[in-house]
């Protein structure tokens, strides 16, 4: 019903900066919130950064002051800004949607996720 499509990974050394984006399609009319999560090897995914409909934004501590989401609803894509990047960052950056503006329970949709290494 919904389908997401990452871009903007890549290899940056530590102190850089990278902008994700994420296009939504299909279904985006349901859609009641967007987030960035990310998924380390043997790690579980995490929640880096949400934003819902109504503008509320979340970060995890370990980003705070350094990430910054951002929606474009016109254009249905979310973006996540990541400055002072550290190596701790590397993992697997995915894109979530939260479906659910008609129901009462979370409906998550998930890209295909975008590697993020930050290395010297």
């Known amino acids: 019903q919904v389908q997401l499509v990452e871009s903007g990974g890549g290899l940056v050394q530590p102190g850089g900066s990278l902008t994700l984006s994420c296009v939504a399609s299909?279904?985006?009319?349901?859609?009641?919130?967007m987030a960035w999560y990310r998924q380390a090897p043997g790690k579980q995914r995490e929640l880096v950064a949400s934003?819902?409909?109504?503008?509320?934004?979340n970060y995890d501590d370990s980003v705070k002051g350094r990430f910054t989401i951002s929606r474009d609803n016109a254009k249905n894509t979310v973006y996540l800004q990541m400055n002072s990047l550290k190596p701790d960052d590397t993992a697997v950056y995915v894109c979530?949607?939260?479906?659910?503006?008609?129901?009462?329970?979370?409906?998550?949709?998930w890209g295909q996720g975008t590697q993020v290494t930050v290395s010297s």
């Open positions: 979530n949607a939260d479906g659910s503006v008609y129901s009462d329970y979370d409906v998550f949709y």
């Open positions: 934003m819902s409909n109504d503008g509320i934004i």
């Open positions: 299909g279904l985006t009319f349901s859609i009641k919130a």
